[in-house]
């Protein structure tokens, strides 16, 4: 016999109980060097239940370095939406080569999904929030559904959607931690040089954030970073970091 599906106020509740624990781990761990958060976040928060995310883009290699330097099997998520630069792939495989990770998680989007949504592979061209829902927020929500929390790369100086970005912050059940969140370009930078990490080849041609080929464009001189992405449409973000994403890992067949 199915279970029954919990009343909605149960699961609000849930969530608010996940929302404070978030609001308080930020009070006492988010004023802390990344590489600590990351640290106490994976080898006592969350042991055993957290993955990062990553799209090995323009920013990526911080990241994956001081986690390949806490735990190197920690799960790595990587969304093969279908539409990624080549360079990305090599970059990713390098990436993991370099820092040793062994446990990259593909996650693609659903076949039949696609079938009835995208069919033609043109989606991005008229609808550009659906190609993402189906490209990356459902496949995200399955790739995080088993763990209880996820790191991110995300910083506040990307964009000015982000200016207030926390440490740890409430996606519905789960936790999302951004490690990174304070840091500046020039601590971005120091570390890369300090570490010799190998950049994306795509940011010497000015792409400073990389998504999908059809919707990223290279960084016009005084723009910020993202600027880039879904340029002259108003979309700043493709939705893994917003709401959409919370209702898919509500969904029942999560």
């Known amino acids: 016999m199915l279970a029954k599906p919990r009343p909605l106020d149960h699961i609000a509740d849930a969530d608010d109980g996940v929302a404070a624990k978030a609001a308080g781990f930020d009070a006492l761990y988010g004023h802390l060097k990344p590489i600590e958060i990351i640290e106490r976040s994976a080898r ?10 990553s799209s090995f883009g323009a920013d990526s290699a911080v990241l994956l370095h001081m986690i390949a330097e806490i735990d190197r099997t920690l799960p790595v998520i990587f969304l093969d939406t279908g539409k990624h630069f080549e360079e ?22 659903e076949e039949a999904a696609l079938a009835r949504i995208d069919p033609t592979g043109n989606l991005h061209q008229s609808n550009t929030d ?20 996820w790191f991110t790369g995300r910083k506040r100086f990307q964009a000015s959607t982000r200016a207030a970005l926390p440490v740890f912050e409430a996606v519905g059940a789960r936790i999302r931690i951004n490690p990174l969140a304070h840091w500046t370009t020039s601590d971005q930078a120091d570390y890369m040089r300090a570490h010799a990490l190998r950049e994306n ?4 041609y000015g792409y400073l954030s990389i998504g ?7 960084v016009q001189p005084g ?3 993202r600027s880039g992405r879904w340029a002259g449409h108003a979309k700043t973000e493709c ?9 898919s890992l509500t969904d029942a067949s999560l």
């Open 130 to 149: 659906a190609c993402c829902d189906v490209r990356k927020v459902e496949p995200l929500a399955r790739g995080v559904a088993p763990f209880r929390a």
């Open 212 to 218: 999908c080929f059809p919707c990223t464009q290279p």
């Open 239 to 247: 939705g893994i970091h917003l709401s959409g994403l919370e209702v």
């Open 88 to 109: 990305t792939f090599g970059y990713r495989d390098a990436l993991v080569a370099d820092f040793g990770l062994t446990n990259i998680q593909v996650i693609k989007p």
């Open 44 to 53: 006592e928060l969350f042991h055993d239940e957290i993955a990062a995310v």
């Open 201 to 204: 080849p795509l940011v010497a």
């Open 223 to 225: 723009e910020d970073a």
